[in-house]
């Protein structure tokens, strides 16, 4: 498909092998000048889910890339899904799907821009300028027009991608995630409408009101001081159990997780949802690209169980991180900025009290706290987070409905939802895992 727009052309491929890997990159980059990218939209990473079958018209997600070009220059693009099931978006529509089909109306196929089973936040709307990225979203709204398609859903959007979303009438929706920052005793972000920005530093709230410039943690133990007592003393009984049931903890990085511990993270990976009566979203030819392609973005923490000299594997969790090194169109620059860890996937062969909050909360904490990575970004939902010091942070997502009827009534009941996020922020406020700044001394 081709479309001009002044001397503008859209073009919608259906693979984003149909993309140059150096261009989209080069354009992921320029997002947000002089950070890494977030790794989930690298083309790497989207051509990973496509090669290994993960996100195929097979398993309900049909690519059709949408690219904003001037003259040979790629100036916008994003990746675009029809969609014949809800599964694997962790923005919830299936209310709106019932209610389509009482009505005897196809709700699928739906568009969705993002990044299949992905929860992460950050840019869904790739473009060179402001104006391109309008340009890009009306583009969005005119295919799905064209294309007969009952609505359009762009999720975890970056705060760019909501402006440009806002500006051509599309409706907002927010979620709740759960976050950590390096940053002493941060306050809660309930006043945020979406992620703080990557590589921010703030003058955040810390014990005894004082502000100024963000102070990382000096180790895991600097850390615990800045919780409540009972938070902290939680958190230690818990690693002490897991501690006297004789399980230790390795990570490796890049290129240095071996084969073999890659195919023990996958075995773990995949028992782990079968064992919740669901088939993994994910194949391992999925994470042999990722060791292929993207060894840079990926650290494994693996926890063994045993004496010394015989310990054996039983678990796994996989974090990806920003890269200090980054690839793109065949250079490498350093970024020693905005260093992002990201929770992801977990897996178990044996069943051990508090093993998961040790392995996918505790070890990644103490490992960013060591090596310098200002966030830790928990995934969807989980406020059990809260209690490991992960703070709620309001997401974004941008939603469009053919039937104006329908349009209207989604429109009333995100009205009433965003009322309930803001009530459920401010109830997660008071209960802050920090300690408390002492009140100040009454006026005499």
Known sequence: MKKNSNDYVIRVLNSPLEVNAAEWNALLLA???????????????????????SAIPATGWTPRFVTLWQGKALAGACALYLKEHSYGEYVFDHAWANAYQQHGLAYYPKAVVAVPFTPVPGARLLARTTEERTLLVKALLAW??????????????????????????????????????????????TSCGSLPPEGAHFALGRPGGETGPATGYRDFDDFLMSLSQEKRKKIRQERRKVAEADITFRWSLGKDISNADWDFFYRCYERTYYEHGNAPYLSRDFFQRMQDTMPENWLLFVAEHGAEGQRQPIATSLIAVSARSERTAGLLAEKNQALVAYGRYWGALARVDCLHFEACYYQPLQWCIEHGYQRFEGGAQGEHKMARALLPVKTTSAHWLAHPSFADAVERFLEREGAGINNYLEDLERRSPFRQAAAPPAEA
Do not use: I
């Open 31 to 53: 997002q947000r000048p002089g950070e890494p990218a977030n790794p989930f939209m690298r083309h790497e990473y989207l051509s990973a889910l496509h090669e290994s079958g």
């Open 144 to 189: 799905c027009a064209e294309e007969e398609l009952s609505s359009l859903h762009l999720l975890f959007t970056a705060d760019e991608d909501v402006a440009a979303c806002e500006e051509a009438g599309l409706m907002l929706r927010h979620t709740v995630q759960f976050h950590w920052t390096g940053n002493k005793a941060p306050t809660l972000p």
